[in-house]
């Protein structure tokens, strides 16, 4: 648990995706069976136990220490798992002091030999003799130090005899499954005296279910790749067929067995990604060997239907990166009638319209799909792909073919839920151009809000996972432009630690204080390098004040940076003191030349927010 | 050695801590003995504890401190830092006026001291910032039995509890051995901390060369020339970025933030202090590898400690007053907080040096 925790923890720090695979990679390398297997099913969300409530922690922690060195710890750390796991007192060598509500033991004789001297003293009453012979002068520094003197909290570490070890991550995982609910207080108590603060740390983020550590089931899954050098497609497609601690996976991965073989009926087949076109790109593509469709601003997922042994038909949906969804859309459970693997994008339809992303992302999320939920937003399965056909898998076949089978398919199915992603019609770029900056008129009709652009396919393309060059190309809609003034300025993480790369930007309103920049928004990509040294040194010369990481960046009406800002979309937001948020923003150019004064106004933002809802 | 055993007339037996010491706006003032300690305005008589710059400043008329203190402030603030400087020994007593005074090493960084300050028989000890962990790079600390014992409180909640820093090295190491192609950035404050750092990693066997940031060199080497080992140093200035794959290099805090770094390669950056114990400090400083390496002592030190002392009244002054003096109360004893400003974490002061430091 120990070692675990520690990855945990150096994760959790670790900007980098490639520095983070490589600390896994090294964790599934150095720690044996069974407990890297459990490692992974954590990583991977693969873990279930009934998780403990908070109120729970705050009991255990409520036993054993003072609640105004707790109430005040509290406070200042933030974070429930972590004050406990640093403030739970380490175990006493006398039993008898052990549960006293003082977080601290007596005095260890590892802290000095004044300590040992003066616990026999009470403090009236010490003789002063003694204090002559304690303070004896001590030789500069150098030499004779420390030799076998206190060791600062190297105690914390120190067992005794008797002290059991700490548990491994099997034993944890292994135990919780199993545990009845009266006695996970007293198990987890004594597991907590057993770790140490990292492994508290962790332990009580795994049992409250509360893990957040930045890493997606896929980076975990490319790191065990990444030990036996495999490709993690593979691992993917075997995946659904694997159950913690996978033994079977890490043996093959180490050359010491065969590769498993996934028996799931509904297994997930990596997705293939298209690549974003430019406007030098068309030159060298032919219209005639593209099949464009409609992009939907939705959620892409692949629903796969299976028999299993029993000849029982098993349903799921995956996200793009093979992640089991089922569970937050059964109400399209029932429509996966058919043995097959469809490709599509999941959208909210509200009397046969599609509607817009802001409305589909109030669905996702929830811990709990209630009937109210799947009432008010009914999910939508729009079909644009089909990988497998009952037994067949179809991926080899070039893209035009697969339409074909998709078509039949999804007739077959006749289901309202199920339906085909109409394909565009063109004869020429300019043509296309044209349907994608007005998809209504173009064949999209009343769904023209949920298009966010075209996507077009090489009707020859086979279906292959990753991002291939060429194949798919996706032509996003130009998107919303504002001019932004740039108000504060973060540095960024990783390599970007020494450069001033998350901006603030705002747009003038008339506030209490007359004209004045209201924040709208958040940027950390869009620009180049050099535009990104060229912003760092202007952040540099022209900050009038420093909080902590943040720099206040001069915006006055004729001093200031202004930020020309794409975006995809508006939403209310009483989050925001501007009231407006903006999805996925960035930085499309710099305006040098243009003076703060002359940016943005609120209004404009609030007039564009308008325009999309009332749509 | 006390007052008591001196005989003096008892005319002023009734005389109360407070009468020997109080805090006032230049810090904290010894009237019967006619001296402040690390006053944090310019005073006739200073006494110092230790050399960090929120403790040790410049101006005063004459000052009483280690040599090694003295040495210190020189380097800081050059030859005229005082009008006139004495220098005192650990377990060395001196007379100042009504009271005696007497040095006790604290444990915190080289030359460091805790001040015993004793009149008729009241024993008060003023111990500065202190740590009664193992620091191959200082004397370490001596439990003073005393009345009044005068504690800092950086670290001053249960929260707080640094393990071994030999733990926190091999962190550090077992990163290099991970990521053998990257450098490894240590902020460290430049007095004290960073050549602990160093003597760390020795003492875990690592004896490749340690690149030091400009602003550190004097003082390690000053560490050096009073027989600290830190083995063979570099100045990271003029090194090409090749030639630092695989190293760890030191540096103040604040450069490890800023352009300095561009000249590493990919540099993981690690931070050596206590507050690197609360993961959202860490984060906060976009920290990579927190290594918990405090120069002060932790929760468990402070209790121990003021335990230990036997002292029947506390005063608390920098960094968490509340908890500490909750707890003093909760174990029967005297305690209040110490309205002292001035002090606190070298961080801030560093900050200012860092910047300038080859931007």
């Given at each position: 648990m120990n070692r675990f925790a520690e990855l945990l923890d150096r994760l959790a720090y670790e900007p980098g995706r490639n520095n983070k695979l490589r600390l896994i990679t090294a964790y599934f390398r150095d720690t044996p069976d069974p407990d890297r297997g459990y490692a992974l099913a954590a990583l991977t969300g693969a873990l279930s136990f009934k998780h403990a409530k908070p109120g729970l922690i705050r009991d255990l922690i409520a036993d054993r220490t003072d609640p105004v060195l707790f109430g005040l710890s509290y406070d200042y750390v933030g974070d429930l798992s972590e004050t406990v796991a640093l403030m739970?007192?380490?175990?006493?060598?006398n039993h008898d002091e052990s549960?006293?509500?003082?977080?601290s033991p007596p005095p260890?004789?590892?802290?000095?030999k004044g300590a040992q001297f003066s616990a026999a003293l009470s403090p009236r009453t010490k003789s002063k003799a003694a204090i002559d012979t304690l303070t004896v002068p001590s030789p500069l520094?150098?030499?004779?130090?420390?030799?076998?003197y206190h060791t600062g909290g190297a105690s914390d570490e120190?067992?005794?005899?008797n002290n059991p070890p700490p548990p491994t991550l099997s034993d944890v995982v292994t135990t919780l499954r199993t545990l009845g609910k009266t006695d996970l207080p007293k198990q987890l108590a004594r597991w907590l005296d057993e770790l140490d603060e990292t492994g508290r740390w962790a332990l009580l983020k795994l049992v409250t279910g509360a893990?957040?550590?930045?890493?997606?089931a896929r980076l975990a899954k490319t790191s065990a790749a990444a030990l036996g050098d495999k490709d993690p497609h593979d691992i993917e497609l075997i995946w659904p067929g694997l159950a913690p601690p996978y033994l079977d996976l890490f043996a093959w991965l180490e050359g010491r067995g065969d590769k498993p073989v996934n028996r799931d009926p509904a297994p997930f087949r990596p997705v293939m990604l298209a690549h974003a076109i430019e406007d030098?790109?068309?030159?060298?593509?032919?219209?005639?060997d593209f099949i464009a469709e409609w992009k939907w601003d939705g959620i892409r997922v692949q629903a796969v239907a299976g028999r299993d042994e029993r000849g029982q038909m098993q349903a799921r949906l995956y996200s793009r990166?093979?992640?089991?969804?089922?569970k937050s859309f059964p109400?399209?459970?029932?429509?996966?009638?058919?043995?097959g693997a469809i490709d599509g994008e999941l959208l909210v339809l509200r009397d046969g319209r599609v509607q817009t992303f802001n409305v589909l992302q109030q669905?996702?999320?929830?811990k709990v799909v209630s009937p109210k939920l799947i009432k008010d937003f009914p999910i939508h399965l729009r079909a644009y792909?089909?990988?497998?056909?009952d037994e067949n898998d179809?991926?080899?076949?070039?893209f035009a073919e697969r339409r074909a089978h998709l078509e039949t398919f999804v007739k077959k199915l006749d289901d309202p839920r199920i339906d085909l992603s109409p394909t565009v019609t063109f004869d020429s770029w300019e043509t296309l151009m044209a349907a994608r900056a007005d998809p209504s008129s173009a064949g999209?009709?009343?769904?023209?809000?949920?298009?966010?652009g075209v996507m077009l396919k090489r009707r020859?393309?086979?279906?292959?996972?990753?991002?291939?060059?060429?194949?798919w190309w996706k032509w996003k809609r130009d998107p919303h432009i504002i001019d932004a003034v740039l108000m504060y300025a973060q540095r960024g993480h990783g390599?970007?630690?020494?450069?001033?790369s998350d901006y603030t930007f705002g747009v003038w309103t008339n506030g209490e204080d007359g004209e004045q920049l209201v924040p709208v928004g958040k940027a950390y990509?869009?620009?180049t390098d050099e535009e990104l040294l060229q912003i760092d040194r202007f952040v540099r010369r022209n900050t009038?004040?420093?909080f902590g990481p943040v720099r206040h960046v001069v915006h006055e009406p004729d001093q200031g940076l202004v930020l020309e800002v794409a975006f995809e979309g508006l939403q209310r937001s009483p989050r925001h003191k501007s009231g407006v948020a903006m999805r996925f923003p960035r930085i499309s150019?710099?305006?040098?030349?243009?003076?703060?004064?002359e940016a943005d106004r609120l209004e404009t933002l609030e007039r564009m927010l308008k325009d999309v809802t009332a749509n | 050695m006390t007052a008591k055993h001196r005989g003096q007339s008892t005319y002023m037996s009734d005389m109360r801590p407070h009468d020997i010491l109080l805090p006032v706006a230049a810090g904290l003032c010894c009237k019967p003995g006619g001296f402040h300690i690390d006053p944090v305005r310019p005073v006739e008589r200073a006494v110092i504890t230790h050399g960090h710059s929120d403790h040790a400043r410049p101006g005063h008329g004459a000052v009483l401190a280690t040599q090694e203190t003295l040495d210190m402030m020189r380097l800081r603030y050059?030859?005229?830092?005082?009008?006139s400087t004495q220098a005192i020994r650990y377990g060395e007593e001196i007379r100042l006026g009504d009271v005696t005074v007497k040095f006790h090493p604290?444990?915190?960084?080289?030359g460091s001291a805790q001040i015993a300050v004793s009149c008729k028989d009241i024993c008060i000890v003023a111990s500065g910032d202190y740590k009664d962990a193992t620091d191959p790079t200082c004397a370490p600390f001596d439990v003073v039995p005393c009345d009044v014992f005068i504690t800092e409180?950086?670290?001053?909640?249960?929260?707080f509890r640094h393990g071994d820093a030999a733990d926190e090295v091999k962190k550090l190491l077992a990163s290099v051995a991970l990521f053998p192609e990257r450098a490894h950035l240590v902020g460290a404050y430049s007095l004290g901390k960073a050549q602990r750092v160093i003597a760390l990693l020795r003492e875990q066997g690592y004896d490749a060369p340690i690149y030091l940031h400009g602003a550190m060199e004097e003082i390690t080497h000053y560490y050096q020339s009073r027989g600290v080992a830190l083995g063979e140093l570099r100045a990271?200035?003029?090194?090409?970025k090749a030639d630092l794959v695989g190293t760890i290099a030191l540096a103040p805090p604040e450069a490890t933030?800023?352009?300095?770094?561009?000249?590493?390669?990919?540099p993981v950056t690690a931070f050596a202090s206590?507050?690197?114990?609360v993961r959202a400090r860490a984060r906060q400083r976009g920290v990579e590898l927190p290594l918990v390496i405090s120069d002060h002592a932790d929760w468990d030190g402070l209790t121990a400690t003021i335990a230990a002392t036997g002292a029947g009244e506390v005063w608390v002054t920098h960094g968490q007053e509340d908890a500490l003096v909750h707890w003093c109360k909760s174990r029967g004893l005297a305690a209040r907080p110490l309205d002292?400003?001035?002090?606190?974490?070298e961080e801030e002061s560093e900050a200012v040096a860092a910047d300038e430091a080859d931007t």
């Open positions: 739970w007192p380490r175990r006493a060598v549960l006293l509500g003082h977080p260890s004789p590892a802290r000095g520094a150098g030499e004779g130090q420390g030799e076998g120190q067992r005794g005899h893990m957040r550590i930045g890493i997606s030098a790109d068309f030159a060298s593509l032919e219209p005639a990166t093979g992640e089991d969804i089922t109400d399209l459970v029932p429509s996966l009638r058919l043995p669905r996702l999320n929830r792909d089909l990988l497998g056909d179809l991926r080899e076949l070039p999209a009709g009343e769904d023209a809000e949920a298009v966010e020859d393309a086979p279906y292959l996972p990753g991002r291939p060059k060429g194949q390599k970007r630690s020494s450069y001033y990509f869009g620009f009038t004040e420093k150019r710099l305006r040098w030349d243009k003076p703060p004064r | 050059g030859d005229n830092f005082a009008r604290a444990g915190h960084v080289l409180a950086t670290f001053g909640l249960p929260v990271v200035k003029g090194m090409k933030s800023d352009i300095w770094t561009r000249r590493f390669p990919d206590g507050w690197m114990r002292l400003v001035g002090y606190g974490d």
